[in-house]
């Protein structure tokens, strides 16, 4: 099988492929793409395209929508590159507190003469502030938020954090002592610092908008590691400007953002560490040959994760819409083929559900009639077969 691959893959990830026996990049169709944050919403997407992975937590790069509607799974690595985030997040909250980077070029401009002299008598222009004993808002407690509120408490920070969508498997790793703001407008009132970690979708537009920026106490600094459309960075910047925020810490990069003192731009680099890279490839690979080869959905995002040995002879994947009767019409099928159904896993996510069928006996005619009569059926989208590898 070929999987089209783009942007910097870590090797780990493409060996893995590579020593299961598939083609990288090879000049056919492919049937599976592996990518990062390359923009595939203006790419026509090939009908031989079974599955698109994203080696990555964000997936607004992908239509997503689309490809729904196909049949098509969606996976992205979430937490795979957490920890990278949290860090640089980190970082930004030191260079938040300390003026940093003014000071490096200070201290890089004072040459000739008598250096440690004029370095002891104007470092006072470069005073901070401590983290400690500040409160830190946290919107969004993820994979990345969490991380970043827990990092914070050890720093002595007080830490309220904001998710009404957080899922019981992420609510256990938050320290007990983070406090839960039901409205994000609390923790904008109380945060001397306010970190965001969700992701971008059409309700998240601008979720820090003017009117949110107008809640912030005037002295506090604002750090989006997420997507740039999170943050209306027209009003931050006004915002700067008019004396309503201090500090505002970014990675990605916009035009009016730029020239401005109270702006630090890193250039999309909060996923960029060897480790978060080689994880999230590691991850991709193991969720598209799992797919692949046996039709288990691990970290999909638009179908439900179904994750299940495969221990019969064949299987079956079917991606439908999720509407009454459907596994009625599906069991029809196999049985008007006198197939016996030895296991049946059916999941459904929002308006798509996935029903993946184990069955032992199968000769080739079977095979051809059972497929098609399976993707004639009214809301199946796509049908995968699978057979046991020798
Ligand atoms: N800068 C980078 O290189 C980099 C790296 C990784 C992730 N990211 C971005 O960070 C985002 C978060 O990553 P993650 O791994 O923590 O994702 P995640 O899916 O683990 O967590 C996102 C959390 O945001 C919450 N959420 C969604 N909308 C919200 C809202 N309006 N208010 C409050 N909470 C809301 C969700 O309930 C979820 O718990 C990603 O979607 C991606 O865009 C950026
Ligand atoms: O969503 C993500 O995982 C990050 O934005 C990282 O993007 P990248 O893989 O292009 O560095």
Do not use: C
């Amino acid at each position: 099988m070929n999987v089209k691959t783009y942007n910097a893959i870590s090797p780990k990830g493409l060996n893995y492929l590579a020593e299961r026996g598939y083609q990288l990049n090879a000049d056919q169709p492919a049937d599976a793409i592996l990518l990062r944050s390359q923009d595939l919403h203006s790419e026509t997407i090939s009908d031989s395209v079974k599955a698109i992975v994203r080696a990555g937590a964000g997936f607004n790069n992908i239509p997503v929508d689309e490809l729904s509607q196909r049949g098509i799974p969606v996976f992205n690595t979430p937490g795979g590159n957490a920890n990278a985030v949290k860090e640089l997040t980190i970082a930004a909250l030191i260079m938040a507190a300390r003026p940093v980077i003014g000071a490096i070029d200070f201290a890089n401009s004072v040459r000739g003469g008598d250096v440690s002299l004029r370095t002891e008598s104007d470092k006072g222009g470069y005073r901070g502030t401590e983290l400690a004993g500040k409160t830190l808002g946290v919107i969004g407690l993820g994979n990345v938020g969490s991380k970043v509120a827990n990092t914070a408490l050890a720093l002595d920070m007080k830490v309220i954090g904001y998710d009404p969508g957080l899922n019981a498997n992420t609510a256990w790793r938050i320290d007990r002592h983070v406090q839960h703001a039901s409205q994000v407008e609390t923790l904008l009132q109380a945060a001397d610092y306010v970190t965001v970690h969700i992701p971008y979708t059409e309700g998240n537009h601008f979720f820090i908008s003017r009117d949110k920026l107008a809640l912030m106490k005037p002295e506090a600094a604002l750090i989006n590691y997420s997507r740039n459309d999170i943050v209306d960075n027209q009003a931050a910047v006004d915002a700067l400007k008019e004396g309503h925020l201090r500090r505002y810490l970014t990675d990605f990069s916009d035009d009016v953002l730029y020239d401005n003192d109270q702006v630090i731009i890193t250039p999309h680099i909060g996923g960029s560490t060897i480790e978060a890279e080689e994880t999230s490839a590691s991850m991709a690979a193991q969720q598209l040959d799992a797919f692949l080869t046996s039709g288990n959905l691990i970290h999909s995002v638009n179908f439900p994760d179904i994750n299940e040995p495969f221990t019969s002879q064949y299987r079956v994947g079917i991606f439908h819409e999720n509407v009454p009767n459907m596994l009625g019409q599906i069991s029809q099928v196999f049985g008007s083929f006198g197939l016996n159904i030895e296991e049946l896993s059916n999941r459904a996510n929002k308006q798509y559900a996935y029903t993946l069928v184990a069955i032992n006996e199968l000769d080739d005619q079977q095979e051809a009639g059972l497929l098609s009569r399976l993707g004639q059926i009214n809301q199946v989208l796509k049908v995968h077969f699978y057979q046991q590898s020798k």
